[in-house]
């Protein structure tokens, strides 16, 4: 199956983000901008110090897990 081609050259062509979300993951492995890696039947993805560098041209923050999340408040139960 042919990819699809737009009838006129200003006419959009539709897209499977997926599929660019994950050329850009290998691109961005090629690059050693991150480590991909296969865990289990999982394929994990790490990024490297150059790579939160890079990324950032293209308006993307990697930030560090704990950096994400914000600290869960504990609850104290009065009696």
Do not use: H
Not at 27 to 49: I, L, N
Request: with cysteine.
């Amino acid at each position: 199956m042919s990819p699809p081609v737009a009838e006129k050259p200003e006419d959009p062509i539709p897209i499977n983000p997926y599929w660019v979300g994950g050329g850009f993951l290998d691109y961005c492995v090629k690059q050693a901008w991150m480590v991909k890696r296969r865990e289990g039947r999982a394929t994990r993805f790490y990024c490297t110090p150059a790579g939160v560098e890079a990324l950032k041209q293209f308006g993307i923050e990697i930030l560090r897990p704990e950096a994400r999340r914000p600290k869960r408040r504990r609850r104290i139960s009065r009696p």
